[in-house]
């Protein structure tokens, strides 16, 4: 069967650096080396609370070739809420979503109620869905959708990094605690994601402040341009907290800086709401890293509990006393390290992902083709 043409949709520009912004990056990429004719669709305007610039925007599908195969972004998808049931007739739509809106924490209540309603509607004229977790693809099965015409494709990571310098160190040096008298070099704590409430940075940094004891420094990375008003509340927390000489609130950066960053880390920590798969957590894995953190959805399927330590989201006791424990126990870090080093080993690849992807787009054609 010929393929037809495929169109790939996301809100604003696909060069933002969050883990969703970059799975589409990579699956795009995936499928434009095994062949695939891909056309992106960067929409101006506000999401996912749409604003009239991101409505023009959607008009883009009314002039989209009949039989196209259509990828939504589950970001973009409430602003094509009206022209949903007269496209649906002619174009094979594909949502992709990373979580449900009405998942979606840093959201008020009203605009995660307003948002969930568009995005149901729209999920029920699709051909098929595409999810990043297992977590997700529950959650986009309650919405009626029924659970054969939706297709788990995780995210992929780049070839494990296995035998590094940085990992022949840590596994060698368990030692039980590093105390700022100790003479011994710091641990350095790394956390990625916008500065957003749902990443839940401020309960970070309030679990780490009772271990000023302790030699250590920590590194966020991630956009902090998405909520200024939190990210001025985040610096005021740390300078309220005597940690200002501890955390450094990188910003974002390049994706060859964060893989170097992720090689120089001790451990990696995020205090994370809600995801609906966890690529940052992944990336740790990959990395041999311990993990502290917590997170509802699909951390739990992400992170092993030979990996790291997950708390209840929020508990910002559970979130110290963890941190306290891998800070203090060298042996703890090592084990957790080498269970970090295993999971990520059985994590895809990019390559793999993107093929799993190619294989539920034709499916969805196939479908879609039955119909006519």
Not at 260 to 285: H, K, N
Not at 309 to 322: E, I, N, Q, R, W
Not at 330 to 336: A, D, K
């Amino acid at each position: 069967m010929a393929q037809p043409p495929l169109h790939f949709i996301v809100p604003g520009s696909i060069d933002r650096k969050t883990g969703g912004y970059g799975y589409d990056r990579r699956i795009i990429g995936g499928l434009r080396e095994s062949g695939r004719v891909v056309t992106l669709h960067e929409l101006d305007g506000a999401f996912p609370v749409y604003d009239a610039a991101a409505l023009a925007a959607a008009g883009m599908i009314d002039a989209l070739p009949d039989g196209a195969v259509v990828v939504i972004d589950g970001l973009a998808l409430p602003a094509f809420d009206a022209r949903i049931t007269k496209a649906v007739s002619r174009l094979c739509l594909v949502p992709l979503v990373h979580h449900l809106l009405r998942d979606e924490t840093s959201l008020d209540d009203e605009a995660r109620q307003s948002l969930g309603q568009c995005e149901r509607r729209c999920l029920q004229f699709a051909q098929r869905v595409i999810v990043t977790s297992p977590a997700t693809a529950v959650s986009v099965a309650a919405t009626g959708v029924p659970a054969r015409d939706i297709s788990v494709i995780v995210p992929g990571v780049d070839a494990p990094v296995l035998d590094t310098p940085a990992l022949d160190a840590r596994m060698a040096e368990p030692e039980a605690a590093f105390s700022q008298d100790s003479g011994n070099a710091g641990l350095l704590l790394m956390s990625v994601g916008a500065v957003i409430a749902r990443k839940g940075h401020m309960v970070l940094i309030r679990a780490l402040a009772p271990h000023r004891d302790l030699d250590w420094r920590l590194k966020i990375f991630g956009s902090l341009d998405a909520d200024p008003a939190l990210s001025d509340e985040l610096r005021e927390l740390i300078v309220r907290e005597r940690l200002s000489d501890r955390v450094e609130l990188v910003g974002e950066v390049e994706d060859a800086r964060l893989q170097a960053e992720y090689r120089r880390a001790d451990i990696f920590t995020l205090a994370s709401e809600y995801e609906g798969y966890g690529m940052a957590f992944a990336e740790a894995l990959t990395h041999a890293l311990p993990v502290v953190g917590s997170g509802d959805g699909a951390v739990g399927d992400t992170v092993p509990a030979t990996a790291g330590l997950l708390v209840p989201v929020g508990d910002v006791d559970a979130l110290s006393d963890a941190l306290g424990r891998v800070l203090r126990d060298g042996s703890l870090r090592q084990t957790l390290s080498e269970g970090a080093r295993d999971a990520g080993a059985q994590l895809p690849s990019w390559r793999v992902s993107a093929a799993r992807f190619d294989q539920a787009l034709e499916r969805a054609q196939a479908a879609f083709a039955a119909t006519k």
